[in-house]
């Protein structure tokens, strides 16, 4: 029978559903997998071995661009990184944590501000415009008035993407509202099942029918940040070419002399919230450090 490839789009006790141009097709994974120690995840591209018209085996799992464990998924292109104009409030150094996440282990954050018929002033216009200077991707978005979610359908054509973000900021909403025949349940509810559902640790990739996948569960569910402290610099995009005119080469911008990112956060080059969150960021690295040794 013939060898095709796929995408693992959901995987439950043992057997993995794997979407191919044929449809989807329900596989088990061949022992080898278990003598290497690789478990198959919700994501891989497969090779597979057709047994008849909607079964069969996974021979290969392909080379991964990326692997989270919290939810377990691989090769994810990007993040929708979800934060509300109000109710809640914005984190900022939450909101910057998270892309630090996402660069970290290379996915393409996308920043979307949600719920703007809340808020009629230009707070999250003006937010969003500090992102997309640096070269962010960044998007108002109100599933109440629709706003925006023509936008944010054109960045999850034919990507692989999940929703991070607090909870209560909209995020099964907005996967909704982006198709009719997605249902995920919102409000209280939601996050009781969620609960109950990370549990059982089933995760689903979700086709969406103009092209890509959208995960069902949230993603940077375990908000730990593990790089190195001297890493960290290179993960806040607007400082890369600045701090190559710092007069040390290892300089963290705190208070060394001659520093080119404290010069350029004075001079209003880089957004001063983004540094603040950067120093942050570096503390709970630091303290991370501290508690090891
Ligand atoms: P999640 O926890 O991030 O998945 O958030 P939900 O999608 O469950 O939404 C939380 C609450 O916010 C629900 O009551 C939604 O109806 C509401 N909500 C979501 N998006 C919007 C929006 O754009 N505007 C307004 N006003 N409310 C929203």
Redesign the pocket.
Known sequence: MTRIEGRIVRGIAGFYYVATEHGIVECRARGKFRKDNVTPLVGDIVEIQMINDSEGYILNILPRKNELIRPPIANVDQAII?FAIA?PEINRVLLDKMIVLAESNDIEPIICI?????KEDREAFDLVTIYQKIGYKAVT????TKDGIKELKSYLKDKVSFFA?P????????INSIQSNIKLK??EV??KLLRGRHTTRSVELLSLDFGGYVLDT?GFTALTLDIDIQDLRYYFREFLELQRGCKFSSCLHVNEPDCNIIKAVKEGLIDKNRYLSYLSLLKELKEKEKRRY
């Open positions: 979800v109710k949600n719920k703007v018929d809340l978005t109100s599933v109440v973000g909870s209560g900021v909209g995020k099964s909403s907005l919102t409000g939601s996050e949230p």
